[in-house]
């Protein structure tokens, strides 16, 4: 692999005319993609410029393509339009003016667009190249230790400098927040991927960011803290005594674990309190969603170089922003009849909101303060078991899969944890990489489907969306090589206690 070469801004003054330059090669990139770098610099906070050139390229990489200018909406070709969000008061469709306090306007108009493509900012594409194209890899050797006829290709997501696909939103969300002249944005995060994700990108805009962090990985995962830390975050161990949400929590229950949906009612609080504030969400909405897409659109290209039509197409859903920008291109391709890949959603069994949630209007956070959402839900007041490993702990599903699923383009399975991390174990010791918890669950999936294969004799291609790699997340592996983890699963009796508060919207 080729080093690169960048050029940084001067973090002194700038009055300082020097330059400063580091080579090495960059965190987790495959040397099957040797990308190159525009020269153009980019605009970061304090008016510093970033640029970066890569020493050389081989034109015979398949895997290299050219970031895409634009980001799909899949709403522009689907018949049946997903239901509109719900006023959490009135019950009535949400209005533009009713999500202000929350986002910056061109968010707002990115949740309801009915375009099909929506141009990538200059600036945010600049930023991009600092990771992108990301490299499409086919794993040779897990095929040989499965014995499987099947081919197998993976998305690696995590060679960005937070290790996973998340700052894909996280730059546009600063950057349109930064541009309307926002100076704080707030968010919640479990594991803190998406949280080191919008901290790094707030660095980049002059924001400053603060973070509620699910108090069990808080405290379970004190690096990813550290690095939203490093890039000058705030953090908070969620439920937190700061908020009026968090309080009522602490009340109830003084040793709650904490759950994502906790830490969203406290982020959405302060910024609905304060106008200098908007609130950033790192999955299940329309335009987070959105700009992940840039995911399959680089591996459309990417398997087209490689002369491969997927067969099946796997991705591990949470809140299901990494599914989404994989498979949403990929969907389009499928209603214009051009393939006809089986797509599969993969979640954990201790947090199955697609094969056992219902499909209702139920709240995105715990306090019932956003919008309702017509979603694949578990109940607003649904919190993980804190010895669930796997990531993925989010209570509903993001309503455009939730839709999709629903209209029949792409089906669901669960997995337990410990076959997860056998798959893990797998894959670290063939290709090399260490996946994140998350993607853990549709590396176990790929492997389901290459040992069938294997039966079979079929010749499948087999895509995998791997979103980050797991480094900060070494205490799960040790929990699992101790043999110290256990299957959680969600039963019927807790199902029903957890459904008991969803809202009944007529």
């Given at each position: ?139 040779k050797r897990l ?112 040793s709650s674990p ?84 089986v797509i599969r ?162």
């Amino acid at each position: 692999m080729a080093s690169q070469l960048l050029l940084l801004p001067n973090p002194f003054t700038k009055s300082v005319s020097a330059k400063i330059f580091f080579t090495g090669d960059y965190q987790g990139l495959n040397d099957l993609t040797l990308k190159r770098r525009s020269t153009q610099p980019t605009k970061v906070s304090n008016g510093f410029s970033l640029r970066a050139k890569a020493t050389s390229r081989s034109t015979h990489n398949k895997s290299f393509v050219e970031i895409p200018k634009q980001w799909y909406n899949l709403v522009a070709d689907l018949s049946g339009k997903p239901p509109p969000p719900l006023h959490p008061k009135t019950f009535q469709p949400i209005k533009p003016e009713d999500l202000s306090h929350l986002f910056p306007n061109e968010l707002i108009k990115q949740e309801a667009a009915q375009e099909r493509f929506i141009d990538i900012p200059e600036e945010v594409l600049e930023i991009y190249k600092l990771w992108r194209p990301t490299p499409l890899i086919r794993a040779k050797r897990l095929e040989k230790l499965l014995q499987t006829p099947a081919r197998i290709y993976f998305k690696y997501e995590g060679g960005s400098p937070a290790g996973s696909h998340k700052p894909n939103t996280a730059v546009p969300q600063a950057y349109y927040n930064a541009k309307e002249g926002i100076k704080n944005v707030v968010t919640e995060t479990g594991a803190g991927q998406w949280g080191s994700s919008l901290a790094f990108a707030s660095s980049l805009f002059g924001l400053d960011c603060e973070v509620w962090q699910v108090a069990n990985s808080y405290h379970q995962k004190p690096y990813r803290r550290l690095m939203m830390q490093t890039w000058g975050a705030k953090v908070h161990p969620s439920p937190s005594d700061l908020t009026e949400a968090g309080r009522r929590i602490l009340q109830s229950d003084p040793s709650s674990p904490g759950s994502l949906g906790i830490a969203i009612s406290e982020a959405v609080e302060v910024a609905a309190r304060n106008e200098d504030t908007k609130y950033c969400l790192g999955s299940v909405l329309n335009h987070v969603l959105l700009h992940q897409t840039i995911i399959g659109e680089e591996c459309i290209q990417q398997m087209e170089n490689f002369g491969e039509t997927p067969d099946v197409i796997i991705g591990c859903t949470g809140g299901g922003s990494n599914f989404a920008g994989l498979s949403f291109p990929f969907i389009r391709e499928k209603l214009k009849g051009k393939m006809n890949p089986v797509i599969r959603a993969v979640e954990p069994s201790a947090c199955p909101s697609l094969t056992k949630g219902v499909y209702a209007y139920d709240f995105g956070d715990t306090a019932g303060l956003t919008p309702l959402m017509k979603m694949h839900t578990l109940g607003h007041d649904f919190i993980p078991d804190p010895i669930h490993a796997g990531g993925l702990r989010y209570h509903g599903m993001a309503p455009l899969i939730s839709h999709v699923y629903e209209q029949g383009f792409m089906e669901a399975i669960s997995i337990p944890q410990i076959e997860c991390f056998q798959g893990a174990i797998q894959f670290a010791r063939t290709e090399g990489i260490i996946p994140a918890p998350e993607p853990t669950h549709a590396i176990a999936a790929t492997i389901r489907e290459a040992l069938r294969c294997k039966e079979t004799g079929e010749e499948k291609v087999i895509l995998m969306a791997m979103c980050g790699h797991g480094h900060f997340d070494l205490t799960s592996y040790d929990k699992y090589l101790r043999g110290e983890l256990i299957d959680l699963s969600f039963g019927e009796e807790n199902i029903r206690e957890s459904l008991s508060k969803v809202p009944h919207v007529v």
